[in-house]
């Protein structure tokens, strides 16, 4: 890798973009006041020559693009364009899936070999499997706890609350209480049984569990008993980034 090179990795999100820069996250929300200027000040502070990011939110990623180039660094790389160069997994069984998905599994595999199943908590929620030939199998993926809780809000709003338990117990005895067990324990519920049947239909053994996601951490200790040996990572989809860059520099530095 060129010694001079600063790299900045983007993950820019339905919800959210985060940046991730020298071991450091720093997350953006974009319904929060000054976004766009909280932005362009972490920009301005920050010293990089490259931009190497994912999108799922084509408005987000121009303001980054646009706000990189007011601080005159042009070289941008979406990591969507190494799909087509990245050997580490095989994704020819599946189709249009998320970038964030299938650099998830790739940040999996710095922890073990497959298989492997991680769950992303954000705004959807994905499961995402890849099996012992590093084959991507596919998934699901249902609403996010944070989805479900400003859909019910948007219903109702004597449904709207200001945060959720994560550690519901019994019955809930007001309106936030019976939302959180709820959605909580459903999202739980949801993620152990798909990953339970799916274990058994596409006979995985022993697959590596690996949760990530601004909630993900939370869900994994509700989970704990079901699965004692899954790992939290907040940064698997970057790790999976770093990994996908510098696996394909060769064809990096031939097409500079």
């Known amino acids: 890798m060129d010694t001079h090179e600063s790299l900045l990795f ?4 339905n919800s959210r973009i985060k940046l991730f820069k020298d071991g450091i996250k720093t997350p953006f929300h974009y319904k929060h006041t000054g976004f766009a200027d909280n932005l362009a000040s972490y920009l301005t502070v920050e010293a990089f020559n490259r931009l190497v990011y994912s ?4 408005n987000a990623e121009n303001i980054l693009l646009s706000l990189c180039r007011n ?22 069984a599946v189709k249009g899936m998320g970038n964030d ?12 070999d ?5 769950v992303d908590c954000g705004t959807a929620i994905t499961v995402n499997v890849l099996d012992y030939k590093y084959q991507v199998l596919g998934g699901a993926i249902f609403a996010g706890a944070y989805t479900q809780k400003n859909t019910l809000a948007s219903i109702s709003e004597k449904l709207g609350f200001p945060k959720f338990n994560f550690t519901p117990e019994g019955a809930g005895n007001d309106t936030p209480s019976a939302v959180s067990l709820g959605i909580i324990v459903g999202v739980a519920g949801g993620i152990k049984m798909i990953i339970e049947q799916i274990i058994q239909h596409d006979k995985l053994k022993n697959p590596g569990i690996f949760f ?4 993900g951490g939370k869900i994994q200790r509700i989970l704990a008993k079901d699965f004692p040996e899954s790992i939290y990572d907040e940064n698997l989809i970057f790790r999976g980034m770093n990994k996908i860059y510098e696996s394909t520099q060769p064809h990096i530095k031939n097409a500079l």
């Open 55 to 58: 999108s799922v939110n084509a």
């Open 212 to 215: 990530t996601g601004g909630y």
């Open 71 to 92: 601080k005159k660094v042009y070289d941008f790389i979406n990591i969507k364009e190494l799909l087509p160069h990245q050997t580490i997994i095989d994704l020819r």
């Open 10 to 13: 983007a993950d820019i999100g």
């Open 114 to 118: 497959p298989p492997l199943i991680t």
């Open 101 to 112: 998905r299938w650099l998830g599994m790739i940040g999996a595999t710095a922890y073990s």
